[in-house]
């Protein structure tokens, strides 16, 4: 798309959002009016003589520099005493499969998937193995998982109206994208609206259990999750609250990940510093997890993160070796890694050295340390 | 989109407390402010509260607009922090725009593009989103972008080049297999 369309384009997505106010300036003025009646400024006042300010400012640049130094010293040490992540023989790793087709998973050296491309080659090239669009595919969301160098699902909206699916419909291959399967038909729950974000995560454990989640951003949220365990022919509802019992946790936000790593444990995160919407989520509760399957999930406060309305939270979806993972969360711009148990439990893992290149995309195990 | 710059006489009067001559300064910037408050919130009542609240900030921080200082990139960069103060404090409904539907003449696919981008400008992070309302909605030069954001010409010309890769990868992504 050339500048020239972007800026038509931008014209008219956002005057929809903003027609004019001819008022406004009349709006602003009353309002200036009706503040300053309470509030004058203290221009121009001064608290201390000239030479005083210079002292201070003189202490002030002083201290600042040395806060800098330490800083700096700081970030160089842990920067060069990092620990990389290395490999460790057999063991297998376990992550969600799921993506929005725009993540690389790699399964060797050689061979991966991004969506529904597939490379065999390192990456150096994809090919587009998409099956074709079932009938009354819309735009709107869709998912990708790939379980292994040879399978794969993908779902597709269907409708007929653009982003207002009212069935998603689930396709697998098992031959590397060379065909694909219609396996099933899932009616969304809710008559959507563009309006209103829709999501759609899906995952698959194993060649017979796998989950999909949905999300509808009314007020108050509404969410499902299905489960199937026959590899994606047949699903049932298996959650029990319209919300997961989860309220608005993570309202609007987008979801990063929905991650089982047993047929009973399960992650759902989110990351709110780039969401759908402008709108914080409650304390830093971006994470819930359930321990029966899908039926009942529970946020999960971890120890040490911060909570109130000036902090923005986002948390990844975590990897598994055996019964330890890691995720990683950001609060604000900072980022914690957090080690997680496959049975339970969290630790705040700070400083956690790792490369964080390694994660997710090394073939094998991965081994978390410290 | 040139503007007169505000002439030095009325910005002393209107640091001196003339508050009319504060008002006459503001108001040829409040267009532009709204829009880009509604660039960013997508919430045209929040786009309003925004610069209502930037214009009484920027009453009381008047004091520091340096001599000779151009007042739009000054008031525009009151108007983009606040916004961002706006979004992490802020609960909001998510039931789309308050107000009658706005009449779409346009084709399917244009509404479904003008979906697309608005979807994709949420998702990105405030930076990206500033410099982008900025220069695509606003249509202003990188040069006049640089002194709202705080970063050189420079810096400007390699964010906005970064952001609308990343919006253009962002739309793709929210496009459906077809």
């Known amino acids: ?261 047993t047929p009973q444990r399960g992650w759902l995160t989110w990351g709110c510093s780039s969401g759908f919407g402008d709108t914080q989520p409650s304390g830093a509760q971006v994470i819930a997890t359930t321990n029966d399957g899908g039926r009942t999930w529970a946020p999960v406060q971890l120890d040490g993160m911060p909570s109130g309305s000036d902090w923005i939270c986002d948390a990844t979806s975590p990897i598994f070796t055996g019964g330890n993972g890691v995720l990683q969360t950001r609060v604000n711009s900072f980022s914690l890694w957090i080690r997680v148990m496959a049975s339970g439990g969290s630790e705040i893992q700070s400083p956690l050295r790792l490369t964080a290149v390694a994660l997710g995309h090394r073939h094998g195990s991965i081994t978390a340390g410290p | 989109m040139a503007t007169q710059p505000a002439s030095l006489a009325a910005i002393q009067a209107a640091k001196a407390g003339d508050d009319a001559a504060f008002e006459r300064l503001l108001e040829p910037l409040l267009n532009h402010a709204y829009r880009l408050a509604a660039g960013l919130l997508h919430d045209h009542q929040a786009a309003e509260d925004a610069v209502q609240e930037a214009a009484f900030k920027a009453w009381r921080k008047l004091s520091q607009l340096r001599e000779g200082s151009e007042m739009r990139p000054w008031f525009l960069a009151i108007v983009a922090n606040q916004c961002r103060s706006s979004m992490r404090s802020r609960w909001r409904s998510t039931v789309g725009f308050e107000g009658a539907e706005p009449a779409i003449e346009a084709s399917d696919d244009e509404v479904v593009a003008r979906v697309e981008l608005r979807r994709a400008l949420r998702s990105i992070n405030q930076d990206q989103r500033l410099v982008l309302v900025l220069h695509f909605y606003l249509d202003l030069p990188v040069g006049e972008i640089a002194p709202i954001i705080g970063i050189s010409p420079r810096g400007a010309e390699t964010r906005l080049l970064r952001a609308t890769n990343e919006l253009k990868r962002r739309m793709e992504a929210h496009r459906g297999r077809t």
């Not at chain 1, 014209?11 to 309002?31: C, F, I, N, S, Y």
């Not at chain 1, 200036?32 to 201390?48: E, H, K, N, T, Y």
């Not at chain 1, 694909?180 to 309006?195: F, H, K, N």
């Open chain 1, 1 to 261: 798309m050339d500048e020239l369309s972007l800026r038509t384009l931008f014209h008219g997505a956002l005057d929809e959002v903003a027609p004019p106010k001819p008022w406004l300036a009349t709006a602003v003025r009353e309002e200036l009016d009706r503040r300053r009646v309470a509030v004058r400024p203290r221009r121009g006042f001064r608290f201390a003589k000239p030479a005083v300010q210079r002292a201070i400012a003189a202490v002030l640049v002083v201290l600042i520099a040395a806060g800098a130094a330490a800083a700096a010293i700081a970030i160089y040490e842990h920067r060069h005493n990092a620990v990389p992540v290395i490999p460790a023989p057999g063991g297998p790793v376990t992550r969600a499969c799921g993506n929005d087709g725009n993540s690389v998973r790699m399964f060797d050296k050689n061979v991966g998937w991004r969506g529904t491309e597939r490379t065999t080659d390192g990456g150096r090239t994809w090919r587009n193995v998409s099956p074709q669009a079932p009938a009354g595919s819309v735009k709107g969301p869709g998912a990708f998982c790939s379980l292994d160098p040879n399978v794969a699902w993908a779902t597709f909206s269907t409708g007929s109206v653009p982003y207002q699916p009212t069935r998603m419909v689930l396709m697998s291959t098992h031959d590397a994208g060379q065909s694909w399967t219609q396996d099933a038909v899932i009616p969304v729950p809710w008559t959507v609206s563009w309006r209103i974000n829709f999501s759609f995560l899906l995952d698959f454990l194993d060649l017979q259990h796998g989950w999909i989640f949905m999300e509808y951003a009314t007020n108050p949220v509404q969410r499902r999750v299905y489960a199937t365990s026959d590899g994606g022919r047949d699903w049932s509802l298996v959650s029990n609250a319209p919300d997961l019992g989860l309220g608005n946790l993570a309202f609007d936000c987008s979801q990063t990940g929905l991650m089982f790593n």
